[in-house]
């Protein structure tokens, strides 16, 4: 899978580079009704997948042409339960990944489909939503969700975290914090190992060896303490 040469996101841009394709998996795009809607726009970057988190549909005869397509009635309301999506969208992107790009939409491009990618980073990453959120504005720097999208993406990451405690509890009789978090980065690092092995095998090249592993969000502090989550002041850039 490929993409167009990247360019550093403008205002404008109807459509944003979340994640870069790579031989293993699709990229992830960010965008507006625009893009999603122009067929040369959705072949110049290889996309057949769309996740519509809007009420408006893309055209029917766009629509045809991929190869898999899912749509969230949500509102951009700070009253709207856009959390009940986390997870339908999840799975999605997820699927859809392993034979396409995607592109995950709304009107704007701003607030509905720009909180589903970050719940999806901080679920796929294991990363708070600070992270996520920092990542996500230097690819997209127009992104603006709403309030109360933004508590609700802090009551996912508690929920993430949480249910990876439980998880880990589960496993044990005893599981102590510090334990906790030997296992999953264990897990992480044995995982990076075996995508970079695959890496070399296929290209046969001992220079594609890197650290520099799918994306570039650091991933560390993978435990923390549930009076941590909640990230209060994370949002000051916005208000």
Known sequence: MSSPKKQSSQRDDPISCIIEPSKILGGLYLGNME????????????IKAILTVCPQSIPSSTKIKLSFYHQCMADDEDHYQISKHFDESYRFIESSRRSTNVLVHCQMGISRSAVIVLAYLIKKDLIGAREALEYVEKRRPIIFPNNGFLRQLGAFERQVFNDLINESNCNRRIASPKQ????????????????????????????????????????????????????????????
């Open 35 to 46: 893009a999603a809607s122009d067929p040369y726009t959705l072949s110049q970057y290889q």
């Open 180 to 239: 906790i978090e030997r296992d999953y980065k264990q897990r992480q690092y044995d995982d990076e190992i075996e995508i970079k092995m695959l890496r070399l095998r296929e290209s046969n090249k001992q220079q594609q060896i890197n650290y520099n592993f799918q994306y570039d969000i650091p991933k560390q502090n993978l435990y923390r303490k549930q009076e941590n989550t909640l990230f209060s002041n994370l949002y000051y850039k916005h208000y």
